[in-house]
């Protein structure tokens, strides 16, 4: 009959049990960006997910934001894009209470079409992964960012709580329709400085209301100086 084992070493086997289970593989606790790729169709594009230092320890879900970045970002390496813009404040502010969607345009092309798709389908794709809040994403961007944000705003304009367009434009009369079908508040840059979507849920602010006046937007693209008006933006249907 086999000798039973001695009770020291029964004693170290469980340690060490406990200590293998602690040491499985977690998320970092950092603030970090993590690649991801979407097929739109037919295309595989790459874009990033930046994911806060908070996401841990979130009460409830997080808020999200889509970045779209300008001319200067285009590529097909997946990584550019963080590299100006919002990329470079989250390396810096890891605290940030959001996660964050990056996706990338291809060389010569712009924020439209399939582009937008690959934007929204890679927003999607991160609202299902990691459990974001359906009822608070923010669209941004900044130069052709800007105007994509437009783009993509008035073509979806119940989606989004804020629009935070950095440089960037639209153009009447169809946009003057679709404003008023939105829901969402308009953001100037510098409130957008000062205020971040708030992590955890309740008790969350709403967006600040803002008054664009009447006046020309420039674009580093030739032609496209467009004029732009914007009104007070309301809550939803107003």
């Known amino acids: 009959m086999p000798s039973r084992l001695p009770r020291w070493l029964l004693s170290c086997l469980l340690l060490m049990l406990i200590a293998g289970c602690s040491s499985a593989p977690r998320a970092p ?4 960006f993590e ?6 169709d037919g295309r595989t594009a790459h874009y ?15 808020p999200v934001v889509l970045f779209l970045h300008g001319s200067g970002e285009r590529g097909r390496d997946g990584v ?21 969607v990056l996706p990338q345009v291809p060389n010569d092309e712009e924020w439209s079409g399939a582009n937008n798709r690959v934007a929204l389908a890679a927003l999607d794709a991160t609202l299902a992964e990691f459990g974001a809040d359906p009822a ?10 800007g ?14 709580a804020a629009l935070v367009p950095v440089c960037g434009a639209l153009r009447s009369p169809r946009a003057s329709a679709a404003l ?7 953001w100037r840059p510098a409130l957008a400085a000062r205020r971040t979507p708030r992590a955890g849920g309740g008790g969350g602010s709403q967006p600040r209301r803002s008054v664009c006046r009447r006046g020309r937007t420039a674009h580093p693209h030739p032609g496209m100086d467009v004029p732009w008006r914007a009104g007070r933006r309301g809550a939803a249907g107003g």
């Open 29 to 32: 606790s950092h603030g970090h």
């Open 35 to 40: 690649a991801r790729a979407v097929k739109v």
């Open 48 to 62: 990033q997910v930046f994911i806060p230092a908070t996401a841990t320890a979130a009460a409830g879900p997080l």
């Open 80 to 100: 550019k894009q963080t590299h100006a813009g919002l990329g470079p404040y989250l390396r810096a502010n890891p605290q940030f209470p959001a996660l964050v």
């Open 136 to 145: 608070r994403q923010y669209l941004t961007g900044m130069s052709m960012g």
């Open 147 to 160: 105007y994509g944000t437009w783009n993509i705003a008035l073509a979806h304009p119940q989606r989004f």
């Open 180 to 186: 008023r079908r939105a829901r969402a508040g308009l």
